[in-house]
Each structure stands twice: as C-alpha cells, then as structure tokens.
C-alpha cells in the first residue's frame, strides 16, 4: 500500500498569501494518478486536481499542482477567503488507493 | 447536472449490518465506477472500494475484506454499500463518489452511520 505524508499537518496563513502543500509518497505513483481535494466542515471533499496538474472543472486558476513520482505539491497562488479549509491528496494509480491525513489551512 | 444523493442517517447496535444507498442522475450510470470512502469523526479519509457499475466487478479495501458488500442496480442507477459486524470504530460519515479514472468527482453528500449499544 502506498503511504502519503502531507505537510505541514496545519498551515497558517493570511488572505492574499501564496500556500503551498506537500505530498510525499512512499513509492512512486503510477502514471502520476494524483489527485487534490478540498474539504470544508460539514461538506463532502470536492475534487480540485486530478493527474497530479490537471485542474478539475469549474476550479479558479489560482489552484495548480505539480509534482511526478513521490513528490506532489499543490500551491495557491492568492488566497482567498473560501480556501480556509482540509486538503487532502489521494493517489489512484494503484488498486489500493490511499489518500494522506491531510493539511488543515487556517487563517493567520 | 450530475448528482448522487444518498440515504439518510442510520443508528446501529454493534454487530448488526448497515447499507447505504447512492442514487446517481445526471450522467449515464454504466459508464463510470463508484467508489466508497469513509470519515470517521474529526479524522481523515479512508477508502473503502469500488465498485463497476458496467458489469459489477469490485475491489475493496484488504482492511473490510469479508465485511463489505458493494453492489449496484443499474434499473434505478443506484449503488449500494453494505458493511456487516458493525463495530463502534465503524461510525463515520460514508461517502459515494463517482470514480471516472481522473479522480473522484462529484461526491455524494454523506451518510452517517452511528455504531452504538
């Protein structure tokens, strides 16, 4: 089973600043099957990445995400105040598929 | 638009058997799997399977083997997940997800299952 590691666990910031979050795999992805969610409380996870840089429908464009092999990143160029919220990868190249514990992302 | 709306809130005792169910519209149903994720209260997610609702094939998590049932009826575009020797770990939030290859998308609003004697 392949391990994600997200950091940091929680990430303090203030609107308008860049954010940047990491996700470590324990071996490589396969074909870079990566995705990003979001999740706020009370609301069911909504898929912000797939392909570990392919922006899902209807997502501004201050999301991206990068990264191949082991090592993922999703950065926010501008934060605005909806992006207060968990995110979590999930990797689905493989027939376990995993997500990390997430990275809480708080307001400064 | 596309949609999965799934059951309500469920209080079982421990031991007893749970099944959620996830209606799905919007999209052709047989086209694209269903996947099913947990949360437990204040933790992270959990991925418990899958489901094809073409021909039914499924692959779950080696932690449920024996315990969970996914199954679909592709006449009401509905999928089912079923866990059995219910156990209190077992209260979270069950989530359906449309699993098309390219990440989950979109999800089901959740159901809670509360294990409790």
């Known amino acids: 089973e392949i391990v994600l590691t997200q950091s940091p666990g929680t990430l303090s910031l203030s609107p308008g600043e860049r954010a940047t979050l990491s996700c470590r795999a324990s071996?490589?992805?396969?074909?870079?099957?990566l995705a990003w969610y979001q999740q706020k409380p009370g609301q069911a996870p909504r898929l912000l990445i797939y392909?570990?840089?392919s922006r899902a429908t209807g997502i501004p464009d201050r999301f991206s995400g990068s990264g191949s092999g082991t090592d993922f990143t999703l950065t926010i160029s501008r934060l605005e105040p909806e992006d207060f919220a968990v995110y979590y990868c999930q990797q689905y190249g493989s027939s376990s598929i995993t997500f990390g514990q997430g990275t809480r992302l708080e307001i400064k | 638009q596309v949609q999965l709306v799934q059951s309500g809130a469920e209080v079982k005792k421990p031991g007893a058997s749970v099944k959620v169910s996830c209606k799905a519209s919007g999209y052709t149903f047989t086209s694209y799997g269903i996947s099913w994720v947990r949360q437990a209260p204040g933790q992270g997610l959990e991925w418990m399977g899958w489901?094809?609702?073409?021909?039914?094939?499924?692959n779950y998590a080696q932690k449920l083997q024996g315990r969970v049932t996914m199954t679909t009826d592709t006449s009401t575009s509905t999928a089912y997940m079923e866990l059995r020797s219910l156990r209190s770990d077992d209260t979270a939030v069950y989530y359906c997800?449309?699993?098309?290859?390219?990440?989950?998308?979109?999800w089901g609003q959740g159901t809670l299952v509360t294990v409790s004697s």
């Open positions: 997800a449309r699993a098309p290859g390219t990440g989950y998308d979109p």
């Open positions: 071996q490589s992805v396969s074909s870079s099957y």
């Open positions: 489901i094809s609702a073409y021909n039914g094939n499924t």
């Open positions: 392909g570990a840089s």
